[in-house]
């Protein structure tokens, strides 16, 4: 290679696969979701049984800027009578 500046055509084998992984990867966080693709999607979340049992849950408060302030676990237990889905902490 030239040095810096070189042309795709200086690049290595494994710098071309660097890159192309690297592309990919933008590509593939670009992508946005839509609401319309969750609809019917197999399989359906059923709350009462995703829920049920021993539960530990973690989460983060950020500030209005993106900073991390304070993280924090949670461990509960769900249950379900039939009726209500119960979660205690």
Known sequence: MAGR???W?????RAHLI?????ATLAACSATPELDDQIGAEPELEMERFFVG???A???????FGDLRRSF???????????VLTLEE
């Open 54 to 56: 021993p539960l530990t």
């Open 73 to 83: 676990v949670v461990d509960a237990f769900g249950s379900w009578d039939g009726e």
């Open 19 to 23: 890159a192309a992984v690297a592309a």
């Open 5 to 7: 500046g070189a042309s």
């Open 9 to 13: 055509r200086g690049m290595t084998l």
């Open 58 to 64: 973690h989460g983060i408060f950020q500030d209005r």
